[in-house]
C-alpha cells in the first residue's frame, strides 16, 4: 500500500469527526430546548394520540 492511504484515511476521519462535532453542536443549541422538552413529555400524556391528529410542531414551524 502507498503511503498516501495513511494520509487520506486521516482526513477522512478528521471529516468525520468534524461532522460528528458539528450535529452535537447543533443539537444542543438552546432554540431546541422547547421542542426537546415538548417531546420527552410525550410518553407521559395520558391521552394516546390518534391516528389523524397531527404530529407536534417543531420550532421551525411554529416561527413561520
Known amino acids: 500500500m502507498s503511503p498516501a ?3 487520506a484515511t ?3 476521519i478528521l471529516l468525520m469527526m468534524a461532522a460528528f462535532l458539528g450535529i452535537w453542536v447543533w443539537a ?3 432554540y ?3 421542542s426537546f422538552n415538548t417531546l420527552a ?5 395520558d391521552q ?3 391516528p389523524g ?3 407536534p ?5 411554529q416561527r413561520r
Open 5 to 7: 492511504w495513511g494520509h
Open 10 to 12: 486521516g482526513v477522512l
Open 28 to 30: 444542543w443549541l438552546p
Open 32 to 34: 431546541h430546548k422547547r
Open 41 to 45: 413529555r410525550l410518553p407521559m400524556e
Open 48 to 50: 394516546a394520540a390518534s
Open 53 to 55: 391528529e397531527p404530529i
Open 57 to 61: 410542531a417543531t420550532d421551525e414551524e
